[in-house]
């Protein structure tokens, strides 16, 4: 049997068509809806639907609630569907996986499956990106609004921009912002690291120095032209484990989601070969 975990409260939808979508899903012969209602919700369902041995899971949402699914089937032989419905759909993107409802249904269903790695920042599983700094900085900005889209996120940004401090990370100082890449953007087209693999077991370090907010315009356009790696600002490195250690109490995001530092302690690490993906 096939099973569907849908967040209906994942990106900018209207009703009408989350109505449609849920309909659509919900006619297809052996399969069994479920409906996520609570963070973390996602990843309970999934521990079930694990139990019952599915052929496969499809989830349909952003890339939070691929997180959560996702966490839940490491090194799990079921394959995972996406049905991209969120804001920024950075794992759908990268795997190139239609955002169109109808395409990403006839994907899921019938697409090519592989197998990817993840990433891990303390205990917590991350298939996108995950970091501190002004990106988290806006990540918290934009979830406490409530307010979904991209242009929402770009109002996060601007509000944040001229008010933000630089953190500070042990052995390398102040940094605007860094970021662990396992997939090359962070959604929306944004490229953070325009040449991560999915595949090659191992994760890329994104460290963003300080700068005029002249120079920092410009490396923040250079996200979506893929020629991040071109700035002076900026330092991308490959690695397989890494060691943090910064402030408890910051924000950092991870696929997306806003999250605050309970330890003065990041351990990262790269988990290859640990999520069977259909795209």
Not at 120 to 135: L, M
Not at 136 to 152: C, L
Request: glycine share 8%; with cysteine; charged share 20%.
């Amino acid at each position: 049997m096939i099973h569907f975990i849908l967040n209906p409260n994942a990106g900018t939808n209207s009703t009408q068509k989350k109505a449609m979508i849920l309909a659509k899903i919900q006619s297809i012969p052996s399969a069994k809806v479920w409906v996520s209602e609570y963070m973390n919700h996602a990843t309970e369902l999934t521990k079930l639907v694990l139990s019952e041995n599915p052929e496969r899971i499809i989830v349909i949402g952003g890339d939070g609630t691929i997180n959560e699914v996702a966490s839940a089937m490491l090194f799990s032989a079921i394959p995972l569907g996406i049905i991209p419905l969120g804001s920024g759909n950075g794992l759908a993107r990268h795997l190139g996986i239609p955002l169109d409802f109808d395409k990403a249904l006839i994907k899921a269903l019938k697409g090519e499956i592989i197998t990817i790695d993840a990433g891990k920042w303390n205990e917590r599983p991350f298939f996108c990106t995950a970091g501190i700094g002004f990106d988290a900085t806006v990540a918290a900005h934009f979830a406490k609004r409530g307010k979904r889209g991209f242009f929402n996120y770009l109002y996060s940004t601007f509000a944040c921009i001229t008010k933000y401090n630089a953190v500070e990370i042990k052995d390398k100082g102040l940094v605007y912002s860094f970021t662990v890449a396992n997939a090359n953007q962070f959604g929306n087209n944004a490229y953070i690291s325009p040449e991560s693999d999915l595949q090659d077991g191992h994760l890329e370090s994104i460290e963003i120095k300080p700068g005029s907010l002249f120079s920092l315009a410009i490396l923040g356009i250079s996200l979506f032209t893929k020629k991040l790696h071109q700035s002076k600002l900026a330092t991308i490195s490959s690695l397989k484990s890494l060691t943090l250690h910064t402030k408890a109490g910051l924000p950092f995001h991870l696929d997306g989601e806003s999250l605050v530092l309970t330890t003065d302690k990041i351990d990262i690490c790269i988990l290859p070969a640990s999520l069977q993906v259909i795209k």
